[in-house]
């Protein structure tokens, strides 16, 4: 990922630049095609010719944020980001101690509990083991304290005059949505976006209807799946607690 650097540097020099979803570009679907730069510098070019002469569905065309609005996305992004860090931390300790038929309820308490643990056969864990151990133990306290700390972030943020804020405050006010969904929906949706239905914010997560309906097969492949994973899985939760 190369970030939309490049994109504004053309912009800031008077150069008009459209940052396309490379997914969206048509492919030959034959066995064997040939590629190479010319001919995909060349396959571009004919597209944008066409996009140019106001063919706008020959691909899709990336919304860029502006700079404030995507340096926002990163406490959250930062917050998830340690959370998969958190349970790989945790799963990781369980998992050694596992291998020596040990089970350990509350991680927290490790170094309590670290010399009354006894391996399967009742004998103590080696020497090495438990320093390895207490050493992902102590990564795993660094883990909590940054998410902490990045959690008060996000409140400061929450309280500035900015129009991400706005939305996030105006956003937790409806049913289900806390802190943390109200700012993860504000600063990658609907902080910076504009939408004209319904369907545009659904397909930005990937949750419309991919159809499949040729001669006589009718039939729904399911949701499209596009956009980011992390933001589609936290619409679905949020859409559970609604049924709820």
């Given at each position: 990922?190369?970030g939309?650097?490049?994109?504004?540097?053309?912009?800031?020099?008077?150069?008009?630049?459209?940052?396309?979803?490379?997914?969206?570009?048509?492919?030959?679907?034959?066995?064997?095609?040939?590629?190479?730069?010319?001919?995909?510098?060349?396959?571009?070019?004919?597209?944008?010719?066409?996009?140019?002469?106001?063919?706008?569905?020959?691909?899709?065309?990336?919304?860029?944020?502006?700079?404030?609005?995507?340096?926002?996305?990163?406490?959250d992004?930062?917050?998830?980001?340690?959370?998969?860090?958190?349970?790989?931390?945790?799963?990781?300790?369980?998992?050694?101690?596992?291998?020596?038929?040990?089970?350990?309820?509350?991680?927290?308490?490790?170094?309590?509990?670290?010399?009354?643990?006894?391996?399967?056969?009742?004998?103590?864990?080696?020497?090495?083991?438990?320093?390895?151990?207490?050493?992902?133990?102590e990564?795993?306290?660094?883990?909590?304290?940054?998410?902490?700390?990045?959690?008060?972030?996000?409140?400061?943020?929450?309280?500035?005059?900015?129009?991400?804020?706005?939305?996030?405050?105006?956003?937790?006010?409806?049913?289900s949505?806390?802190?943390?969904?109200?700012?993860?929906?504000?600063?990658?949706?609907?902080?910076?976006?504009?939408?004209?239905?319904?369907?545009?914010?659904?397909?930005?997560?990937?949750?419309?209807?991919?159809?499949?309906?040729?001669?006589?097969?009718?039939?729904?492949?399911?949701?499209?799946?596009?956009?980011?994973?992390?933001?589609?899985?936290?619409?679905?939760?949020?859409?559970?607690?609604?049924?709820?």
């Open positions: 990922m190369e939309f650097w490049l994109h504004r540097a053309l912009e800031e020099r008077g150069i008009e630049n459209v940052v396309v979803d490379s997914a969206s570009i048509e492919v030959k679907r034959g066995r064997r095609t040939a590629k190479t730069d010319r001919l995909d510098l060349g396959a571009l070019t004919r597209k944008l010719v066409r996009y140019s002469s106001g063919e706008r569905k020959v691909w899709s065309v990336v919304r860029v944020p502006p700079p404030e609005a995507e340096d926002l996305r990163q406490n992004r930062e917050l998830l980001r340690l959370g998969d860090e958190k349970t790989a931390a945790t799963n990781g300790i369980r998992g050694l101690l596992k291998t020596q038929g040990i089970r350990l309820s509350r991680v927290r308490e490790l170094p309590k509990q670290l010399s009354k643990l006894r391996k399967w056969d009742g004998g103590e864990i080696g020497s090495e083991l438990g320093a390895r151990l207490l050493r992902m133990w990564r795993l306290q660094v883990i909590e304290k940054q998410m902490q700390e990045v959690k008060k972030r996000r409140e400061e943020l929450r309280e500035q005059d900015t129009p991400v804020a706005e939305k996030a405050r105006q956003l937790q006010e409806v049913c949505l806390g802190e943390t969904m109200s700012w993860r929906l504000a600063t990658e949706i609907f902080g910076w976006r504009t939408f004209q239905n319904r369907r545009q914010v659904g397909a930005l997560v990937g949750l419309v209807g991919v159809p499949h309906d040729s001669g006589e097969s009718h039939r729904e492949q399911g949701i499209s799946k596009t956009g980011r994973t992390r933001l589609r899985a936290s619409l679905i939760e949020l859409a559970w607690l609604w049924l709820r």
